[in-house]
Nanobody
Framework: QVQLVESGGGLVQPGGSLRLSCAAS????????MGWFRQAPGKEREFVASITWNGVRTYYADSVKCRFTISRDNSKNTVYLQMNSLKPEDTAIYYC?????????????????WGQGTQVTVSS
């Protein structure tokens, strides 16, 4: 059983930056594809970004491409989401997830483990 704990959320002004972290325990993070999803009030959970087990391939939703960067440090069992040029529409609860699969996985139901989420609010 893998436990995921997100951190780094908070309140930021439009145009600002935040870095989210997701620490994995109870398993070896390098065995999993890691992903970030988000859910805004009244909306469905949506894919943000994912990264393969070795960090070679990364995938992004069109809405965050060129602004967000996903990375991982398998020696620390941690995955990161660097968010730049934040917009009010990025406001949501951000979730970290792990999948025992390969390839590009953007469907939330295909992820096996989830964190509790961290709130990101972009507002002036």
């Amino acid at each position: 059983q893998v436990q995921l704990v997100e951190s780094g959320g908070g309140l930021v002004q439009p145009g600002g930056s935040l870095r989210l972290s997701c620490a994995a325990s109870g398993g070896t993070a390098s065995n999993y594809i890691m992903g970030w999803f988000r859910q805004a009030p009244g909306k469905e959970r949506e894919f943000v970004a994912s990264i393969t087990w070795n960090g070679v391939r990364t995938y992004y939703a069109d809405s965050v491409k060129c602004r967000f960067t996903i990375s991982r440090d398998n020696s620390k069992n941690t995955v990161y989401l660097q968010m730049n040029s934040l917009k009010p529409e990025d406001t949501a609860i951000y979730y970290c997830a792990a999948a025992i699969r390969s390839g590009k996985i953007t469907t939330s139901s295909l992820y096996d483990y989830w964190g509790q989420g961290t709130q990101v609010t972009v507002s002036s």
